[in-house]
């Protein structure tokens, strides 16, 4: 599913216009990566657990030349779908 897609879904089962809500999903997306980016956690009941991780710097080779080159440490979203969710899926 596409982002044009979700809001549409959003916005006929809403029963809202399409404009508010692509605001609506705009704003989800913005205030999900601000609480990532601040706190680190976000946790939606039913639905999931959004967490920052820590990647440790470690090495990997050039898949072109065989070298070893060093990657370096960085941060990561995890996703951990919620009981809800996994059922629904199954």
Known sequence: MTKAELIAQ???EAQIRKVDAE??????VR????????QGRLALAGFGTFVVAERKAREGR?????????IPATK????????QL???VK
């Open 10 to 12: 959003v916005a006929g």
């Open 23 to 28: 605001k609506a999903v705009n704003s989800l």
């Open 31 to 38: 205030i999900v990566s601000e609480t990532l980016k601040g």
């Open 62 to 70: 050039n898949p072109q030349t065989g070298k070893p080159i060093k």
């Open 76 to 83: 990561v979203v995890k996703f951990k779908p919620g009981k």
């Open 86 to 88: 996994k059922d629904l």
